[in-house]
């Protein structure tokens, strides 16, 4: 027997969605992104007449992706694409760069000749076919970003102003609609400015590794993510375990990464409100707290103690810069000193970027990164992971063990979050690990004292057990 069909109101529902969100759309194509629609399509067409022949134009159509603002199509540059070679070659001879994106492919100019090299050797023209993960760089490409970028920006604008009856209807019902479907709302300007304090009863490193993250701990941080557990180190999580934290006065940098690809899928609103959310905690929890938030992209920019606004992308990702603002910043503080990096974006340059982080662990500086920006959601997680594997066997892993090499030049601790929705949590529970590894450092160091002085280690545990339950 078929289905019965649906009630008359669901089908009025569905038609009247359809229609308002293509009035809508059309509206915002004519008159509000109209100049921002016209400025990219130059910017298109240029690309497109540099290219010579309908082969070169179907390589650079692969190096582009279609994106919706508004309802309106546009089109921007992909993150990374896979060519080979002589496809690399081709497009660096109208005008192209390439950035890195597989850290062992590279293109030098030898005697005025463009040479393809893998792993520091010239690559062998039997392997000119095979394929590598590339980012290209082009004026063209950066005018699309910049066209993408405003477009949002009139989009929101519009919906926040209402700009007119139908604009505003438009946006009651996306977000109706995106809660119902998803149980999920990106955050506003106002969950910025009073973020939500962040209350955890256990770290969510223990709960849910291997479903939504997957993090990368030295044994250090193991240790101390243990006896955090068994209360003998304070943690920010317990209450009852807090009165040593609330004694300290530890100086905290939160590196907040800013590049223009976590303009996709609003990823740069909910870094920032995770960061204004780790503040208010922090704040509240560890009154003599120093803590500075460094927003960075192509260069560091000026750091900040409060959220006045969201930050807005744009740029590459600099790490070496971002970590030597923090270095400056701690060097003129007192007390344990510690880094918390949010990032969804390879170095621009690796080696730099590990030969930076070497700085962080001379200086004594606790360190912990999250790289983040695969999925909003728990439900795309499952689509993800299945297109990833189908596509390239190996990819991931070989992306995130160029993160993994930072967090070990820096001696640090790294979680990698496959669910952007768990992301305020995850860098709660990193930052109480990293400041708890200094307390691993006073345990170790006393209870060495404690032993010289014929303490035995099960007398001084007692102690601390004591202290802590005060």
Wanted: glycine share 6%; with cysteine.
């Amino acid at each position: 027997m078929p289905p019965p069909d649906p009630a008359p109101e669901e089908h009025l529902v569905s038609d009247l969605r359809q229609i308002v969100l293509q009035t809508v759309a059309e509206q915002r194509k004519q008159q509000e992104l109209a100049p921002i629609l016209k400025r990219s399509q130059k910017h298109l067409e240029s690309m497109f007449r540099s290219c010579r022949g309908k082969a070169e134009r179907m390589v650079l159509r692969r190096c582009l992706q279609p994106i919706e603002v508004g309802g309106v199509s546009m089109v921007v540059p992909r993150r990374a694409v896979d060519l080979n070679a002589e496809e690399v070659l081709m497009l660096m001879e109208r005008g192209f760069r390439l950035g890195k994106v597989d850290p062992h492919f590279e293109v030098r100019v030898i005697q005025q000749q463009r040479v393809p090299y893998w792993k520091g050797e010239p690559l062998p023209h039997s392997r000119w076919k095979d394929r590598f993960a590339c980012l290209l760089k082009h004026e063209g490409c950066t005018g699309l970003v910049r066209a993408y970028r405003a477009a949002q920006q009139a989009v929101e604008e519009a919906n926040t102003a209402g700009a007119s009856p139908t604009s505003a209807r438009s946006k009651l019902l996306r977000e109706a609609l995106e809660e119902e479907m998803f149980r999920f709302r990106v955050p506003t300007r106002f969950d910025l400015e009073s973020p939500p304090k962040l209350m955890l009863e256990r770290s969510v490193l223990l709960e849910e590794q291997g479903q939504t993250l997957e993090s990368q701990l030295p044994e250090r941080a193991r240790q101390t993510l243990k006896l955090q557990q068994q209360q003998r180190i304070p943690s920010l999580l317990r209450p009852g375990n807090l009165r040593p934290l609330r004694r300290a006065n530890p100086s905290v940098i939160i590196l907040l990464d800013i590049s223009s690809s976590t303009f996709e899928r609003d990823l740069f609103k909910m870094a920032n409100l995770a960061c204004a959310s780790l503040m208010e905690t922090l704040r509240a929890l560890v009154p003599k707290i120093s803590l500075r938030v460094i927003p960075y992209s192509d260069s560091a920019l000026k750091s900040f103690e409060k959220f006045d606004g969201f930050v807005p992308p744009g740029g590459t990702t600099a790490y070496e810069a971002a970590f030597a603002a923090a270095l400056g910043f701690l060097e003129k503080w007192s007390g344990d000193r510690t880094v918390i990096h949010l990032t969804d974006g390879l170095p621009n340059s690796l080696e730099l970027a590990r030969e930076s982080a070497g700085r962080l662990q001379e200086s004594g500086v606790e360190y912990g990164q999250v790289i983040f920006g695969h999925t909003k959601r728990v439900g795309d997680l499952a689509d993800y992971l299945q297109r990833d594997t189908r596509s390239e066997p190996g990819r991931y892993e070989r992306y995130v063990e160029c993160f993994t090499s930072v967090a070990e030049a820096c001696g640090g601790s790294q979680v990698v979050l496959w669910v952007m929705e768990r992301l305020p949590e995850v860098v709660l529970s990193l930052t109480d690990l990293v400041l708890g590894c200094h307390f691993l450092e006073r345990l170790a160091s006393s209870t060495s004292e404690a032993s010289a002085c014929g303490v035995s280690l099960e007398e001084r545990n007692s102690e601390e057990r004591g202290e802590h339950a005060e």
